[in-house]
């Protein structure tokens, strides 16, 4: 983009043109400026709209990860006439899912605060909120209701609003809610009701949007992998955050694959959350000290991205401990290696259960390194850990190795890195990484240390009793639908 900087709002330009991937204009003065075709979010067609306006309005999504104050902008030009590449981007106005309706329709926007690096309520002020009301301003939407907003005050704060949705007086309205957020948003909302009893119907019948905002963002960048990335390898230029967008407002629902991980008798989730108490100083240490461990017993949760025992596990468990809390997002490099450092055999017996199979096969021994299930092909946008994994597809696969050491276990990490070539390695000492597609997986856990006995599900940890089971299978039961492109449904 050129040095000019269009700030948020409409500008009447001319002559809009693309030319190998970059969109031209001419403004009022007869100047020129561009912007990538890859920052393209859509064209609003108002000859289509209520508002009788002709002309279009083309928006786009700025990033500038170098200038905090204003890391994102939005950029919103009205124009007469739009070029032949542009047409395929065309909306008429809000989709049926982002019109609230009293009686009939809801639409929820969570914005975690604490997601990620915490970018989440900055992206809701200077993007998604204006860009929402342009669009109703521009269009002459009349008859919505406004979306009910809400601001994430702390880790409780999803789960508490999933306990509120889905009340008897709400049971004929269906429901959007669009979390900006990252994976473990979803995991509230999926649990949000108790840890005890599954979520109510009308929760599990809510419509989810997702704007990537987390860490991770696995099953975002698993829903639009087909979008940023090739058969032939090549990756799409455009961010998660425009991919998201373009989504959230030309978007199809899809139903959410789930599964049921079921722990135990005495399992408990286990989580440090800040007191109440003030701390004594500034520095980082002084606000770990404030950091209680908080275990709830659990019988089970559902889960849409990761089930997994071993390393992977204690990665996200020891990552948010006290100690290593204090070194803010270096913690999950420092917790890793120091795990490859010692690479702990992990005692467990893993039974699988293949698909349209009633019986269960033992994996052999009883010493492993990782045990990972999951629907998805990506834990992060660049980390393929499923490469088989369709969006939607529903099926349930494991990545399994023994104790191959630190060294080899960097080397199928960086592997997964690259495209999920992990996947088929084997060593000359019989070691190899075990992936297939499974129904069920259970794990009887024989550690002694309790440091040994977690689980992760979908990023929360759960401890289990020695001799106790970890139970993962496919969650039958329809779960909350997923706005997706609908290039990523399966073909028919």
């Known amino acids: 983009m050129s040095s000019t900087k269009p700030q948020a709002g409409l500008t009447n330009v001319t002559d809009v043109s693309v030319v190998d991937g970059v969109i031209s204009w001419k403004d009022d003065n007869n100047g020129t400026d561009q912007v990538k075709y890859q920052n393209l979010l859509f064209v609003l067609d108002l000859s289509q709209t209520p508002s009788n306006k002709n002309g279009c309005i083309i928006s786009f999504l700025i990033e500038d990860s170098e200038t905090p104050e204003e890391r994102f902008r939005l950029l919103l030009l009205s124009t007469d006439a739009i070029p032949d590449e542009l047409q395929q981007h065309r909306i008429n106005g809000l989709p049926l899912h982002l019109r609230p309706v009293n009686g009939k329709h809801n639409v929820d926007v969570i914005v975690s605060t604490k997601s990620g690096v915490g970018l989440a309520q900055q992206f809701w002020k200077a993007v998604l909120q204006p860009l929402w009301s342009a669009i109703e301003e521009q269009t002459g939407a009349t008859g919505l209701e406004s979306p009910n907003v809400v601001i994430t005050q702390d880790a409780q704060s999803v789960r508490e609003f999933a306990r509120t949705i889905g009340s008897p007086n709400e049971a004929s309205q269906s429901r959007t809610i669009v979390l900006l957020s990252g994976d473990g948003g979803i995991v509230d909302l999926l649990n949000g009701s108790s840890h005890d009893e599954p979520s109510t119907a009308e929760q599990r019948q809510a419509l989810l949007a997702l704007l990537p905002l987390g860490t991770g963002n696995a099953l975002f960048h698993s829903l639009h992998k087909p979008l940023w990335i090739t058969e032939d390898g090549k990756t799409e230029d455009a961010s998660p955050l425009v991919l998201g967008l373009r989504t959230l407002f030309n978007g199809v629902s899809a139903n959410l694959p789930l599964f049921q991980a079921s722990f135990s008798p005495g399992s408990r989730i286990v989580k440090f959350t800040p007191t109440t108490g003030e701390s004594s100083g500034d520095d980082a240490s002084s606000n770990a ?104 597809d529903g099926k349930l696969r494991l990545v399994h190795f023994g104790t191959i050491g630190g060294e080899r276990t960097m080397d199928v990490m960086m592997k997964a890195y690259d495209g999920g070539k992990h996947i088929g390695t084997k060593w000359d000492d019989g070691h190899e990484v075990r992936y297939e597609e499974v129904d069920e997986v259970r794990v009887t856990i024989l550690e002694e240390d309790e440091r040994w006995r977690k689980v992760c599900i979908d990023g929360t940890i759960v401890d289990i009793p020695k001799g106790g089971q970890l139970s993962v299978r496919k969650e039958v039961k329809g779960g909350f639908q997923v706005l997706v492109d609908s290039r990523v449904l399966p073909s028919n």
């Open 289 to 392: 000290l404030h950091l209680a461990k908080e275990e709830t017993q659990v019988s089970h949760l559902y889960g849409a991205v990761v089930a997994s025992y071993g390393f992977h596990s204690s990665i996200v468990y020891e990552s948010d401990t006290p100690e290593y809390r204090v070194h803010g997002d270096k913690r999950f490099g420092m917790v890793a290696q120091e795990l490859l450092r010692e690479s702990h055999p992990y005692t467990a017996q893993v039974d699988v259960r293949h698909p349209s199979s009633s019986s269960w096969d033992s994996i052999p021994g009883d010493k492993h390194a990782y045990v990972l299930v999951t629907p998805l092909s990506n834990l992060e946008r660049t980390f393929t850990i499923s490469p088989a994994s369709k969006p939607l």
